[in-house]
């Protein structure tokens, strides 16, 4: 049964490396085509442009690598077929279930690689990517609502923000301690100002064991070293730019400031939902496989990227239904999973 495991696996490693090559270059390629004009128009460095694409590629990986992994499932059972090594399987007694647990079972660590890949390698990358001239693009001159998060214990909200001018107004600063709200500043305006962010006309407040202290300033510098105008002219937080425990610490400050916080949410359940696709897609594909028995490589392709945009469709739309309030966050997130996960078990557990 070990040798079998381990056969099996070794068939479906070559496949799903050489899927996720194609996929990550295809990805690039097409990226590339379409930006291609802007890169040139904005007169980009080619070194700038690898990095961009340098840093983009982990987020690539972990959107890609259910496809690859069902892919994979497809071609690895069609090669058993094929070859007549199924046959042999049940010939020998063993059921196919039990030949495929070692498949699923490195499935589940897949899994568990990619949500850890997604925490702590794709949101350093996302930005760093962001930051990159490469990602710039037209953006609107005046922006409303933001509200932007520096490290780990400074939040910003703005209430409107002027690109051209660099300007600010209805601006909130706070700044916390674990949980603990320890500096308040707002102020009518603020203005980047050699080099750094300025505030004009407000209050600061700061709490300590002895209460409240309330300040009145007419000028002040804004206690902000990494935000830029740049990041309040790319507008809103970007989830991909935040790791799970991170994006749950800037929901719990969004609700206490009574700011909505609906759309957050949902993307932190799918920080936990959307890896498991790789042992879903698996699930599904193994029994899908084995009942297409003496089909060619092309079917496998067609049926993988068929399944694979169904799924990526359940998963979408419980991300909108989620966001406009129709399920609940949770559920939203883990529409696309529950849907296929219990089609790919019902399978499953029918395979002869």
Do not use: C
């Amino acid at each position: 049964m070990r040798i079998l495991g381990r056969y099996i696996l070794r068939v479906f490693s070559k496949f799903l490396s050489w899927s996720l090559l194609a996929f990550l270059l295809l990805f690039v390629v097409v990226d590339l085509v379409e930006n291609i004009d802007r890169f040139v128009d904005r007169r980009v460095p080619p070194k700038e442009v690898g990095l961009y694409y340098l840093y983009y590629l982990p987020y690539i990986l972990v959107l890609v690598l259910p496809v690859g992994m069902l892919l994979s499932a497809l071609f690895s059972v069609g090669q058993l077929s094929r070859s007549g090594e199924l046959v042999a399987m049940r010939a020998s007694g063993l059921g196919l279930k039990r030949a495929f647990l070692p498949l699923l079972a490195f499935a589940f660590l897949v899994s568990v690689f990619a949500m850890a890949f997604g925490e702590m390698v794709v949101p350093e990358a996302n930005d760093r990517r962001m930051h990159l001239g490469a990602y710039r693009r037209n953006r609107p001159a005046r922006l409303r609502g933001l509200f932007l998060q520096e490290g780990e214990g400074t939040v910003v909200f703005v209430g409107r923000y002027d690109a051209k001018d660099e300007e600010a107004s209805d601006v909130s600063v706070q700044q916390y301690r674990g949980d603990h709200l320890y500096r308040r500043i707002d102020a009518k305006r603020m203005i980047w100002k050699d080099g750094r962010w300025v505030l004009y006309e407000g209050w600061e407040r700061t709490f300590g064991d002895e209460g409240e202290v309330l300040r009145k300033f007419e000028v002040m510098d804004a206690p902000i070293r990494s935000l830029l105008p740049e990041d309040f002219a790319r507008g809103r937080e970007h989830p991909e730019r935040m790791g799970f425990w991170e994006l749950r610490r800037y929901i719990g400050r969004l609700r206490r400031i009574g700011r909505p916080s609906r759309r957050w949410e949902v993307d932190l359940h799918l920080k936990i939902s959307f890896p498991f696709a790789n042992l879903i897609l698996v699930l599904l594909g193994l029994p899908l496989g084995v009942g297409r028995r003496g089909t060619g490589k092309v079917v496998g392709f067609g049926l993988s990227l068929l399944v694979s945009f169904l799924y990526y469709s359940a998963v979408r739309a419980g991300q909108v239904m989620g966001r406009e309030e129709v399920l609940p966050p949770a559920l939203a997130a883990w529409l696309g999973n529950i849907i296929f996960g219990g089609a790919g078990a019902w399978l499953f557990l029918r395979m002869e």
